[in-house]
């Protein structure tokens, strides 16, 4: 072997038949792609290498993995039924395979098949929402936030908005209601304290440059003690006696109550329509158990103002999303098949000993592989920053390994090419049931059955 070889000229590269035989034929892009690989290397480790052949092999690997999608299947053993950097609401096959039966063609997305005109994406999904939420008239844009921010531009431009100080919340990725309103274009008005705030504060804060009065639900954070808030029916009361829209963020997106689980605290789209909200957002792929969209339901006059909205234009969804969508609201007109069907919801509404069934079973099963390890009492959680008071019980199944291994275990596993998420934890490895299915198991078990054997 040379030593302190230099890089070989790309030329060569494209002539080994370690490349002429890879996935990407087009030569412009082939070539591309040599050089990016190129210049990665150079900017990292110089232009030196130890031999020609083993270089060109990661030109390969590189050009290899530039061919593989990015966005994979992730086995979730963390207990976190709505992890947001997992992809929130998982979808099931009946979900994803009813819809995607009808998009391999064109659609009517914006065709009026009565008219033959022009049509409306807005339309589709119009009469569906109301029926399942109560609400007069609907929207859908890309996200929550998409939607937050369209109703406060569209309401409360270089105006103030009113908004307890106890709902200023930061969701995920320092994305905060604060931030969202100043590039909106409004005035944040804050009243009350941190933990306590009454009518009367909100009374106080109004005057002529009031654009609306905003609520936002505490979704990912609670607070217990000595508290006070102000009853929904109180603020829309208020809200109209000065001609002001009342707007709520939801965000989490629960649309009714639903027998069976352990989320009655709550609040819910419907109930809270029937107290007097003029709009409420909410998310897609939390509590609704569908894709990432923002959902606005409410009154059919102000609906129509934010479906004129330039914005709109921006943050509109796709085919995609409103074919998904459609097939998740679906499943609730009949509570069995939603339980049955929407994963979010088949994983709520299991049982202590269903659990403990799964991790009896997965147990036996690694035993039988020669995997040591044991069932612990755990818990889980909602995740997607829904119900964080709610400590779902649980069990988990705990491998028998030193703190050196598990760690090198757990980093090992989300390298699988289906990779898989645990817990490690003061230097143990567990795998949460509550957010197992059987034939993730079975995943699970061959990735580390391969691992085991090739770390000892």
């Known amino acids: 072997m040379k030593e302190n070889e230099r890089i070989p000229s790309v030329d060569f590269i494209l002539n ?6 890879c996935r990407i034929k087009e030569p412009t892009l082939l070539k591309r792609a040599v050089k990016d690989f190129l210049s990665i290397y150079k900017a990292e480790k110089g232009i030196n290498i130890t031999n020609k052949d083993s270089f060109v092999q990661n030109v390969r690997n590189y050009i290899d993995n530039l061919c593989k999608s990015q966005l994979k299947e992730v086995v979730n053993a963390t207990g976190i039924i709505l992890h947001t950097n997992l992809g929130r609401a998982p979808l099931s096959e009946h979900i994803l395979n009813n819809s995607f039966a009808s998009l391999s063609s064109y659609s009517n997305l914006e065709f009026d098949l009565q008219s033959g005109k022009r049509g409306n994406r807005n339309t589709h999904l119009k009469d569906l929402i109301k029926l399942v939420t109560g609400a007069e008239d609907c929207l859908i844009v890309n996200n929550n936030s998409a939607a937050v921010f369209l109703m406060l531009n569209q309401f409360a431009k270089n105006k103030e908005v009113i908004v307890s100080r106890s709902e200023l919340i930061e969701i995920g990725g320092s994305f905060r209601i604060p931030d969202i309103m100043a590039a909106s274009g409004c005035v944040l008005h804050e009243v009350g304290t941190t933990n306590c705030t009454n009518i009367e504060d909100y009374k106080a804060a109004i005057n002529e440059n009031t654009g609306l009065v905003f609520k936002a639900h505490q979704s990912n ?21 000065n001609h002001l829209p009342f707007i709520y963020d939801l965000g989490s997106g629960l649309l009714k109550d639903i027998e069976g689980l352990l989320i009655k605290e709550e609040p819910n789209v419907q109930d809270c329509l029937a107290k007097g909200i003029d709009l409420i957002s909410f998310s897609g792929d939390k509590l609704l158990g569908g894709p990432q969209c923002g959902i606005i339901v409410g009154k059919k006059e102000l609906i129509s103002q934010l479906a004129k909205n330039p914005l709109m234009r921006i943050i509109r969804v796709d085919k995609l999303t409103l074919r998904i969508l459609f ?11 939603l339980l049955e069907h929407n994963p979010l919801f088949k994983m709520l509404s299991q049982s202590k000993s269903d659990i403990k069934a799964k991790a009896l079973f997965f147990t036996e099963t690694l035993k039988k592989n020669n995997i040591a390890c044991e069932i612990v009492s755990s818990e889980g959680r909602t995740g997607g920053g829904t119900m964080p008071y709610l400590e779902l019980p649980s069990f988990s199944v705990q491998l028998h390994l030193n703190n050196m291994l598990a760690e090198k275990v757990y980093i090992e596993l989300m390298k699988a090419d289906t990779p898989v998420v645990a817990v490690l934890k003061e230097g ?18 061959n990735v580390l059955s391969d691992l085991m054997q090739r770390i000892e």
């Open 16 to 21: 080994h038949e370690l490349i002429k035989d």
């Open 221 to 241: 954070f609670y607070i217990a003690g000595h508290t006070e808030d102000v009853p929904i029916e109180a603020l829309s009361d208020l809200a109209k006696k």
């Open 327 to 337: 097939e998740s609201l679906s499943l609730y007109f009949d509570e069995k098949k």
């Open 428 to 445: 143990k490895l567990s795998f949460n049931m509550l957010t197992l299915f059987e034939k993730e198991t079975r995943i699970i078990l």
